[in-house]
C-alpha cells in the first residue's frame, strides 16, 4: 500500500506537532486514522535510523477529580517515561473507561487496516488489581513538566514530589488522554499534567 499521498493530506502542522513533546493542539478522533499513517509510513521508510516517537492529542488537562494514589511497585522504564498509578471506584471511573476505550476502538481498527496482524493495546487502566482490590487503577506517565505546588515541574522533580506520598493519600489528578506510537508500536496512554495533594 502507498499511504504517501494520504500522509500529504494530513495539515503541515499535524506532522510537527505530533513530534514535540508538549503541543499545545488537540485532534479530534477523525486526525487517529491519518496519525497511523504517518507511523506506518515512517516504518516502511526505516532503515537504521531510530524509532521516531509521535503523540496525538485527543483530550487534554482531563480532570479525574479527587481520588487515591495507588499501592504500585516503582517501575522506571530504561527507556521511557516513569509513571505513577492512581485508583477509584468503578462508578467513578466508568465516564473515563467510555473514552479511553472509544479512542482506543478508534486506533485499533485505523492500525488494523494496516497491519492485520499487529493489535492496539490500552496500558491506562485496570480492574480490580491484587494491590488494588475493588477499585479501578490509571496509570498516568510522567512526559513533560507537571503543574505541582503552584508552578511547573519538570519530570524529575515531580517524580521526587510524588514519591513522597503514600498510597491512599487524597490528590486531585489532570492528565492528558494520547495516542503514541513509533515505528514499531501503537497505543493509548495517559499523560500526567498536573497533581494536588488533598489534604
Known sequence: MDCSSKVRLLPAILTSDISSERSERIWPLSSVRLFTYIIWYNETRKT?????????????NVDFGTVELADY??????????????????EAARTFIDRIDQVAGVLAKA????KPEESV?????????????????????????????????????????????????????????????DDELVLVELQLTGLEVVE
Open 111 to 114: 492500525w488494523k487496516e494496516l
Open 48 to 60: 537504521e535510523r531510530e524509532a521516531i516517537g509521535m503523540s496525538l492529542f485527543i483530550d487534554r
Open 121 to 181: 493495546e490500552q496500558a491506562i487502566y485496570q480492574d480490580d488489581d491484587e494491590d488494588n482490590p475493588g477499585t479501578v487503577t490509571f496509570t498516568a506517565l510522567f512526559d513533560g513538566p507537571v503543574f505541582m505546588d503552584g508552578e511547573y515541574l519538570e519530570e524529575e522533580k515531580a517524580l521526587a514530589r510524588v514519591d513522597e506520598l503514600k498510597a491512599g493519600q487524597k490528590i486531585r489528578v489532570h492528565c492528558d488522554l494520547v495516542a503514541a506510537g
Open 73 to 90: 511497585g516503582y517501575v522506571n522504564f530504561a527507556q521511557g517515561p516513569d509513571l505513577m498509578e492512581f485508583r477509584m471506584s468503578p
